[in-house]
C-alpha cells in the first residue's frame, strides 16, 4: 500500500514551513480549470485564499512543456494591472518565487465563469463590451514602456506556450498552410508594444455584478497586444459555432467586444490593428481543432467546417472584422447543415 503524502498534503507542509499557513487544522482542496499550474483553495481558519504553483509539464494529450519562471511573470502582471486597475485581477497575498507559488484572492461565492455562462447560453453583449473595454485600458496604459518591456521580456516564455503549440504545431499538420503559419509566429515574436496577458479567454474571467476579474496570465507578455484581441475573438467565434444552429446573440458580442476595445485603446484608428488581427483569428481558429489545446467542445462535424472555412479564407483574408464576421455567421446560420448541439 502506498503510505507515501499526497502532492496537497506536501505542498500544505510546505506553506506551513513557510510561514504562509498557520491554523493545525488548515487544509487544501484542489481547483481545476486549469492545464499548466497546480491551484487550491486553502483554508487557513477562518482565512480562505488560493495557492498556485507553475507545472513543468501541462496536462494535455501533447508533449508540452514550459518554463516554471512564468509563475514569477504571472505574479508581477498581477501586481502591476491591480495597481493599474483595481479589482480586475485577484489581489495577491504573498509570493514564494523560489519554491515557485504565490497565494492570492479566493473569488468565491457569487462569481461566475465567463465560459461556463456562454456554453450556457448565457450571451451577454455588456460582458463582452466590459472584456474589450478592460483590454484595451491594459494595452493603451502599457503602450510603449520600456520599464515593462525589461519586466516582461518573456518571449520565450510566450514562445513556449502560446506560438509553439497554437501557430507552429497547427502550421505543421497543414502542410499547405505551414509558412503563413510560420511568418506570423515570427512577426508576433518581434513586436513589442504592449503588456499582453497572452490567455486572455473566458475561461479566464470571472465575473460579478459589474465587476470583472482576469485570471491566468501566466503566459504575460511584453509584446503584441493583437494576440489578446484574436485570442478572445476566438472564442467567442467558436461558442457561436458550438451552439450553432441556435442564434445566440454573439454576433452582437462580437462588435461589442471590438468597438468597446477600439474606443478604449485606438480611439478610432482601428485600421492598422484589424490588418494584423484578421489572420491570425483565423489561425487561432485552427489552431482550437489542431492545435496542442483543441476546444473540448467541438463536435467532429463542427471541427471539419473550421478547418474548410480557415484552408478558404486564410490566404487571402476579408480586410476588416465586421466582414469576417458577416460571412463566418452566413455560413453558420444561413446555409449551414451543422447538427444541433445538445
Not at 93 to 115: H, Q, S
Not at 264 to 287: D, F, K, W
Request: glycine share 6%.
Amino acid at each position: 500500500m502506498n503510505t507515501e503524502p499526497s502532492e496537497a498534503t506536501q505542498f500544505l507542509e510546505m506553506l506551513r514551513r513557510n510561514g504562509n499557513v498557520f491554523d493545525p487544522r488548515a487544509h487544501l482542496t484542489p481547483l481545476s480549470g486549469g492545464v499548466s499550474s497546480e491551484l487550491y483553495l486553502v483554508e487557513d481558519g477562518a482565512e480562505k485564499f488560493v495557492v498556485k504553483r507553475a507545472l513543468p509539464k501541462l496536462k494535455v494529450k501533447d508533449n508540452w512543456f514550459a518554463d516554471v519562471s512564468r509563475n514569477t511573470s504571472e505574479r508581477n502582471y498581477l501586481e502591476y494591472v491591480g495597481r493599474l486597475m483595481p479589482g480586475a485581477v485577484p489581489q495577491l497575498r504573498f509570493a514564494n518565487p523560489d519554491a515557485g507559488y504565490f497565494g492570492m484572492e479566493f473569488l468565491g461565492e457569487g462569481f461566475a465563469n465567463w465560459k461556463q455562462l456562454l456554453l450556457a447560453g448565457d450571451c451577454r453583449t455588456e460582458h463582452a463590451a466590459l472584456a474589450g473595454k478592460i483590454l484595451g485600458e491594459i494595452h493603451r496604459r502599457t503602450s510603449f514602456n520600456n520599464a515593462l518591456r525589461k519586466q516582461f521580456d518573456t518571449t520565450a516564455n510566450f514562445h513556449q506556450l502560446r506560438l509553439e503549440p497554437y501557430l507552429l504545431t497547427t502550421g505543421e499538420r497543414h502542410p499547405e498552410l505551414r509558412d503563413l503559419f510560420f511568418t506570423e509566429a515570427q512577426r508576433i515574436e518581434s513586436t513589442r508594444e504592449s503588456l499582453v496577458h497572452g490567455d486572455f479567454s473566458p475561461k479566464n474571467i470571472l465575473i460579478r455584478g459589474d465587476r470583472m476579474v482576469l485570471l491566468d496570465c501566466e503566459v504575460a507578455w511584453y509584446g503584441e497586444p493583437a494576440f489578446d484581441v484574436a485570442f478572445c475573438l476566438n472564442h467567442l467565434f467558436l461558442k457561436s459555432l458550438h451552439h450553432a444552429p441556435k442564434r445566440l446573440g454573439i454576433e452582437s458580442m462580437i462588435a461589442a467586444f471590438w468597438c468597446a476595445y477600439a474606443e478604449a485603446r485606438l480611439n478610432g484608428n482601428s485600421y492598422p490593428v484589424e490588418q494584423r488581427l484578421i489572420p491570425l483569428l483565423l489561425m487561432l481558429l485552427l489552431a482550437r481543432v489542431d492545435g496542442k489545446s483543441p476546444a473540448e467542445y467541438l463536435t467532429a462535424p463542427k471541427q471539419q467546417f473550421i478547418r474548410e472555412f480557415v484552408h478558404k479564407y486564410l490566404p487571402s483574408p476579408p480586410k476588416n472584422l465586421a466582414h469576417l464576421s458577416e460571412i463566418w455567421f452566413s455560413q453558420v446560420f444561413d446555409s449551414s447543415p451543422l447538427p444541433v448541439t445538445a
